[in-house]
């Protein structure tokens, strides 16, 4: 079943055109991959489910229609997004921007245990709590704003260059964290990487995007098998 559809979506700035009809779809509790070139319209196919960005079609979410929702609104269906650059508030403390994660949760309960969770899942943020994030490194405030979404309950995230500017190891550890939570909490995830060597041994299926189009969707291993998406994206 598909947890999140997109069907014929258009969305832009202003009067420049990003997206020209993209239609795909996230099934519950998987990843989903979306690859493509910068300015293919990735990051706009996220900014437009999460009400950043005007946009045209349809998009829904657990078969409810997203149309006029405001950002809140989508956050409280069940949809958490970490941004490219992560989106962390520096000038907070760890502790901070983790209580914003579960600001709208009425769960307490169970908001505990979720904490619990996250300082298994990323050890660092529990010795760091009462620090500004701004002394964090790159791969921990990477960590910080998954922890965050994390918090928030969500069925679905939206991930947006989780491993832009770290280190392999810290990339390998934190797509690790991002598989064990879709498999042990059932979060799908909808991937936008530009690793995409990685981002298709993580994901079930996968959409390329060129120029604000589906260019090419499938399988995960389908894609890897594809001589034009080999070459275009995986480099060999």
């Known amino acids: 079943m598909a947890l999140l559809e997109l069907e014929e979506v258009r969305a832009g700035y202003g009067p420049t055109s990003v997206l020209h009809g993209v239609s795909l ?5 998987q990843i989903v991959s ?7 319209g990735k990051t706009t196919t996220l900014r437009s489910i999460t009400g950043g960005v005007h946009w045209t079609g349809d998009i829904r979410f657990a078969g409810r229609s997203l149309r006029r929702m405001h950002t809140e609104d989508v956050v409280r269906c069940g949809i958490a997004h970490v941004p490219e650059g992560r ?3 520096t000038e907070l403390t760890v502790d901070e921007n983790l209580k914003l994660g ?3 949760r009425r769960d307490g309960a169970a908001v505990r245990k979720d904490y619990d969770r996250v300082f298994e899942y990323f050890p660092v943020l529990r010795e760091r709590r009462g620090l500004s994030a701004s002394t964090l490194s790159g791969g921990e405030q990477q960590m910080l704003a998954l922890a965050r979404a994390f ?3 969500p069925r679905l995230m939206l991930l947006d260059e989780p491993s832009l500017g770290l280190a392999p190891l810290i990339v390998r ?5 991002i598989r064990t939570i879709n498999t042990e909490d059932r979060v799908a995830v909808l991937l ?4 995409a060597r990685l981002a298709l041994e993580m994901s079930s299926d996968a959409y390329v995007l060129e120029v604000g189009r589906v260019a090419v969707s499938g399988t995960s291993s389908e894609l890897k098998g594809n ?8 480099g060999y």
């Open 25 to 29: 779809s996230v099934p519950e509790g």
């Open 34 to 40: 979306l690859l493509g070139a910068n300015g293919a």
């Open 87 to 89: 989106g962390i508030l």
């Open 102 to 104: 579960s600001h709208l």
């Open 151 to 153: 918090l928030m309950k």
């Open 173 to 177: 550890a934190i797509f690790e964290i």
């Open 192 to 195: 936008v990487e530009q690793n």
């Open 227 to 234: 001589d034009a998406v080999r070459r275009s994206y995986l």
